[in-house]
């Protein structure tokens, strides 16, 4: 069975304060390992897809590196409006297009 | 590109009613698309994966008679509560590929009251 698991559940940071979110996975044949960001009441958009260890992408202060065991979202000087839930998920090869979800990180970067 | 739409995004419906939920995908066409739904600080729960021409597929745990899901077209796919329970209360949120990424839609709230 496919399990993604994200940590931690809920991160808190100064404006400017650079860390990581985890996202610690099994699959049976990875398709695809993909990053989504969250704000409340709304779907989840679009970050990043990452296909092969050692494969990294990157888009303004976010950073999405990919292990064979895990995934990094590395978010440099962060900003408020950063502030979100942050999804990963993994697409097996044998499951179409289907995605299993980690808990997900709630992120809060105070000003 | 890839822009998935919900209608409608919010409905608010009396206890044994049915609501009907539609998910369209707005600039690609999609064989597949996907039904989730979310509870407050939870992630997502995928209840059915619907495709174009035949029937849902429903994870385990999903009343299919519960949750009827129309996929007519290329580019819409409707999940119709049925006999609405306070319980279903939640966020529904349904998901479009044009090849592997999903593309999320804003989400569709329910409140049964």
């Known amino acids: 069975e496919d399990q993604v698991t994200q940590s931690p559940e809920a991160l808190r940071l100064q404006e400017g304060e650079s860390s990581s979110l985890n996202c610690s996975y099994t699959?049976?044949?990875?398709?695809?390992l993909f990053w989504y960001r969250q704000d409340p009441g709304k779907g989840p958009e679009f970050l990043f897809t990452?296909?092969?260890a050692g494969e990294e992408k990157e888009k303004e202060r976010l950073k999405a590196t990919l292990t064979k065991k895990e995934s990094f979202l590395h978010i440099t000087a962060p900003k408020p409006e950063d502030s979100a839930t942050y999804l990963c998920a993994v697409q097996a090869g044998n499951a179409g297009n289907m995605l299993t979800f980690g808990g997900g990180t709630r992120l809060m970067v105070k000003p | 590109g890839a822009v998935v739409s919900q209608h409608p995004s919010w409905v608010i419906c009396k206890s044994g009613t049915s609501v009907k939920i539609e998910c369209r995908s707005l600039?690609?066409?999609?064989?597949?698309m996907f039904w989730y739904r979310q509870f407050p600080k939870q992630s997502l729960m995928l209840m059915a994966t619907s495709n174009e021409g035949s029937k849902a597929t429903y994870e385990q745990g999903v009343e299919k008679d519960k949750f009827l899901i129309n996929h007519a077209s290329l580019t819409l796919s409707t999940l119709t509560v049925t006999s609405a329970h306070p319980e279903d209360s939640s966020f529904y949120i349904c998901?479009?590929?044009?090849?592997?990424?999903?593309?999320f839609g804003p989400g569709t709230r329910l409140l049964v009251l």
């Open positions: 998901s479009a590929s044009p090849q592997e990424t999903q593309y």
């Open positions: 699959v049976s044949g990875l398709r695809g």
């Open positions: 600039d690609f066409q999609a064989t597949t």
């Open positions: 990452l296909y092969s």
